[in-house]
């Protein structure tokens, strides 16, 4: 049986540095997300696209951590004192870092994670950027370069000429669509460099504010952008490449700190704020910001979280744009902003309170947005009513040239109708929706079904009545069972007549959340009518512990014992489905109080059975509990309702 592993000891740091850690989702768009990063500072971010991960070098305890894009650890690579700058290969096969406290650098396969080289460079490098295959490092007011093309590495420092570099560290701009070029900024001073020769050749100094935190190069070598503007004012500076005059920036909030330039010349501004957006989209040239982002407070602070300095990197397709913040307690988070250069556009849809069934009514709306869509936009329409509860596509409506729409309907069916407008959004647009609701009169009887919403153990027995009021003729009766998850369709239960009383019945089997539907087809007097209920079941859960040396009591509570070193074994038991995996979750006892750890999904084998082993923590005493729980939606599958397996506790001793 294939086991997956959790450290036990990664948990109680977490729970011991950062009682209070907690993601918040206020401000953010759906598809955002947020989760916490274990490191205690960041000296740089980079985005390998092609394996879809994201570095994070931590300079305060000599570690790069390797997460996805949802910001879930993949490796921690250790020992590296000081590692500050990264940089990526042109093939993404390989990962630079400057480990600052050995004067070296050191490159990492991006496959495997695992050091390929190191390569000593006789200072102490700091921010790095690859051009044309050459690493570039910064050496405190100067910088370097790296050769590794040839049978040995070639390094060559004091590149930076003239000028009057001064404060802590260089820091060194470049991009991969701009060969030959390398932008340098320290203390106020800012200069554009030759690189297409064996060393760095002045092209062009001026100067610059002296609280920049960041730099970058536009896609286009048109501009090098810093992080905070000369002039006065809050706002990133902007330069030409070729001279360094002035041009025109991008307003930003108190306080900046950091500027990222995407693939396709979208500008991400970043700014330390407490009380205002904390990151600014902009089109090229464009000072109107296409959206923002403003953190969320996760401390007790008045102020919410703020972006590190210089913590913003893009993801190489523009589709994602990563952030780290920092709350009041130091704990800093890993954000990930799906879709930033898409405007965020508003719908409004107006239908008419009342209407007569098989009458044609008009509903009307606005498609709003920065800059608005072409005239003609389809939009979709979509008529959700008692014989279409599921929803009906109509015509789609469209848009005239101020955003305006309007459609007309006929709605076959009385009661509440509901009208959604969607628009599907494209490039420049993210996708946008709204609905009103109309009540439509008709004539109809009453036709009531049980069960609906109530929720029940996994397997039982659960017996559906409809219930017909007065008709004409028709007495008839179908009973529909429809079960969750896309491998068994809906199954005709029963068609009968009611009996005397006006009811029909019929039994389902609950090992799934279960749509039960009752159908009365109509007459010549009676409309015909659909009711549905919906009932949920379950998940069928157990957990078994493993390698304990005995079992005892610690108050109330049973708790299996664990010595020190031993690693505890919990294998789950769930009624299976394809793809589905188990929530597990992990709580850590700390002074009188259960702490939270972050949970994790391990899949289900195909006979329901996921074992994980629990890394030792190599200490007594410490106290835990863990469990095993179905989630709807986020176990892989929604064919069961959200299920909590019992609490398992254990401890660990000598």
Known sequence: MR???????????????????????????????????????????????????????????????????????????????????????????????????????????????????????????????????????SQDTDFGSLDISGTEPVVHLSQRGDVGFGGDSTMLAADPAVPGVLVAGNGGELAVYDVTADGATLRAKGPMDSGVKQLDLTPDGRQVLTSWGSGGGYSIGAYSATDLTQETGYPDDAYPNAVRVAPDGTVAAGSFSWYEPDVHIHRPGDPVPVRTYDFPNTGNSSGADTLVNGALAWAPDSSRLFAISENVYSSLTLRTLTDPTKELPTLTVAAPAKAARAKKLTVTGRLASKTLPAAGTALTVTRTDVESPKGRTLAAARTKADGTFSFTDTPPAGGKVTYKVSYAGDTTHAPASASDAVTVSRQTTPLTLNNNGKLYAYGKDVVFTAHLGTTYKNRTVSLYADPFGSDKPKKLLRTAKVNSKGNVSATVDMTRDTTVTAVFSGDARYADRTVKSVAYARARISTAVSHHYKTGRIGSQTYYYFHKNTDPVFTTTMNYYKGRSQRMELAIYYQGTWHQTDAEYFALAPNGTSAVRLEAPGQSGIRARIRSSYVNGTSGDNVNSTTYGAWKYFTFTK
């Open 3 to 137: 086991r997956r592993s959790i450290s036990i000891a990664t948990a109680l740091a977490v729970v011991l540095s950062s009682a209070a850690l907690m993601a918040g989702a206020a401000g953010t768009a759906a598809a955002d997300s947020a989760k916490a990063l274990p490191v205690m500072s960041v000296g740089d971010m980079i985005v390998d696209g092609a394996h879809q991960r994201v570095y994070v070098s931590d300079p305060s305890t000599g570690r790069i951590v390797v997460t996805d894009y949802s910001g879930t650890v993949k490796a921690t690579l250790a020992g590296l004192s000081g590692v500050t700058g990264l940089a990526l290969s042109a093939d993404s096969g390989q990962v630079y870092a400057a480990v600052k406290n050995s004067d070296r650098i050191i490159a990492v396969d991006t496959s495997t994670y695992a050091q390929t080289a190191s390569y000593p460079v006789g200072a102490a490098p700091s921010d790095l950027e690859v051009v044309d295959g050459r690493i570039w490092f």
